[in-house]
């Protein structure tokens, strides 16, 4: 097989499977924090793509945008049901397209059952669910409920451009790829994202929010392959030490994909990350934008108030001590 420039940089020594195979079980990857600064990146830059009539808004609360995203989380270990909302093992149920799921949540409970959907992934219904309660919260001018629906939509949306999200091998097909979706979503946006354009033109077009949901996740899955043919030739033609590295995560001196591999893993990608993140942000403001027209276009300009700022920031205090308060410190280890 041809190889890849950049392949052809690295070293040819292979380490024996087995010996990646001890590694891979030793390193505690699900020790990453699960794509916080991802999701804080994509709400933040998907305010900027809203029109004018939005902006000043969103804009004028954007910390709280911001740090919403990743309260969907943080909670996933807490309230029954939430960790479910972020994923949706689609080759479970078959091959692509995957037609053997029923788009419309009561017709998959029916052929399935709520257990088997709850099991494998309920993200299309959970972006439908929090597209609607943002409408409704247009409708009814509850600026703190917009506020908080745009952001938990906006999370459960970038978790629907995130190719491992869409797969039952979300962490990895064999032992040697353990660790891959921390990689993937976590470490190369910690790296990288800073770099990246973020420029998307208007907010998408959405006609049918739970259709978007669906073609958002099918696009997604079409790149699972192409991650892990990339990961596989590089874990072949690397030795450990240019694997893994160790840095402090936290208090903690943890062992990592190493900036080199992750370097090398992100340019063998050619852009995937980047072209996602991007997706992401197009998709998110696309809601926002469709939810605000489909309540009628109301004037936002009255719910700009610095009380209201203020407001939110004594609410996302409050939350904050009774996260701590309730050991749901959980809440931020990775777990899908």
């Known amino acids: 097989m041809s190889q890849n420039p950049v392949f052809l940089s690295v070293s040819a020594i292979r380490l024996p499977c087995i010996v990646i195979c001890i590694l891979l079980v030793i390193v505690n990857f699900r020790a990453y924090p699960f794509g916080f600064h991802a999701h804080r990146v994509l709400n933040r830059k998907a305010v900027f793509a809203l029109p004018a009539t939005m902006l000043v808004f969103y804009k004028n609360h954007l910390d ?10 943080r909670r996933a270990h807490v309230i029954e049901g939430e960790a479910a909302r972020h ?5 479970h149920f078959g091959s692509y397209p995957f037609t053997e799921i029923p788009r419309k949540r009561e017709k998959a409970i029916v052929r399935y059952s709520l257990d088997t959907l709850e099991k494998y992934g309920m993200l299309p219904w959970a972006i439908y669910d929090h597209y609607q309660l943002l409408v409704k919260a247009f409708e009814t001018m509850d ?5 908080l629906y745009s952001a938990y939509l906006g999370h459960y949306v970038a978790d629907a451009c995130t190719p491992l999200h869409t797969s039952l091998y979300y962490n990895g097909r064999t032992y040697m790829s353990q660790g891959i979706h921390a990689l993937w979503e976590t470490r190369l ?3 990288y994202a800073s ?5 998307t033109g208007k907010p998408e077009p959405i006609d049918c929010a739970l259709e978007k949901a669906w073609e958002l996740i099918l696009e997604s899955h079409l790149k699972v392959d192409t991650i892990y043919m990339v990961f596989y030739n590089l874990v072949d033609s690397l030795t450990a030490d240019r694997i893994y590295s160790h840095e402090m995560r936290g208090q903690a001196l943890q062992r990592v994909f190493s900036a080199d591999f992750s370097g090398v893993f992100h340019a063998n990608l ?27 276009e109301p004037d936002l300009k009255p719910l700009v108030s ?6 939110l920031q004594r609410f ?4 904050e001590r009774a996260m701590k308060q309730n050991g749901s410190q959980s809440g931020f280890q990775r777990y899908r």
């Open 143 to 147: 600026a703190k409920r917009i506020l």
């Open 189 to 191: 946006p910690e790296l």
């Open 316 to 319: 996302m205090r409050s939350e």
């Open 87 to 91: 994923f949706l093992d689609a080759d």
């Open 270 to 296: 050619e852009g995937m990350v980047e072209r996602q993140m991007r997706r992401a942000v197009n998709a998110i403001s696309g809601y926002w934008y469709a939810a605000w027209h489909e309540a009628g």
């Open 306 to 311: 610095g009380s209201l700022h203020r407001r």
């Open 195 to 199: 770099t990246y354009s973020y420029i």
């Open 64 to 73: 709280f945008i911001t740090e919403r995203s990743i309260d969907p989380d």
